[in-house]
């Protein structure tokens, strides 16, 4: 196809604070590198009630995605490559044909027939290449940069929009 599509640079993590006194929890985030994640690829598979696809289509591609994101490294990150790509097997996307789908966020570039043979176009073209795999993207919708806001800040701003205090969420016990 003609001219590919170049993503912007992902989304980076600066720093995560994990949370305090569950060592559990830290070692997840320490071996599975979360902090690191550059990108995390969704794929519709072992649906309860197969649409897009059969339910064995599903889930020799998600094998496939797995056992590729392994074999290249790029499931953990490396000294020389200090971020990771996270995969996730979604039961449904909701998207109920031409599956299997498979989402990569934060790039927002959804695709349709997600079978092997595609899966390795978007992992070296997309994941690796920066390029999207026209072919098969039906949707770019990139998750926009959003910011946290305290139910403190949120209350300051309804006062001052005279709309006077929220009821807290929260129950004094």
């Known amino acids: 196809m ?9 989304h980076k993590i600066e720093k995560a604070t994990p949370p305090p006194g569950n060592q559990a929890l830290n ?15 969704f794929i519709c598979a072992d649906q309860t009630l197969p649409k ?17 994101l392994k074999e290249l490294r790029l499931d953990v990150p490396q000294q020389e490559r ?17 599956g299997p789908i498979m989402v990569v966020y934060p790039d927002g570039v959804w695709y349709r027939q997600a079978t092997p043979e ?6 070296q073209e997309h ?10 993207a039906f949707l770019v919708h990139p998750l926009s940069k959003t910011s946290v806001v305290t139910e403190d800040q949120h209350n300051r701003s309804l006062t001052s929009k005279g709309y006077g205090e929220a009821v807290s969420h929260t129950s004094a016990g």
Do not use: D
């Open 82 to 98: 200090p971020s990771c790509i996270f995969r996730t097997k979604a039961n449904c996307l909701r998207v109920c044909c031409s």
């Open 127 to 136: 994941l690796i290449e920066n390029k999207i795999v026209e072919e098969y």
């Open 27 to 41: 070692y997840s985030v320490e071996t599975l590198g979360l902090t690191k994640i550059q990108r995390h690829v």
């Open 2 to 10: 003609g001219n590919k599509i170049v993503i912007q640079s992902s």
């Open 118 to 123: 595609v899966i390795e176009r978007i992992i």
């Open 52 to 68: 897009c696809c059969s339910k064995q289509a599903s889930l020799e591609a998600w094998e496939y995605l797995k056992k590729r």
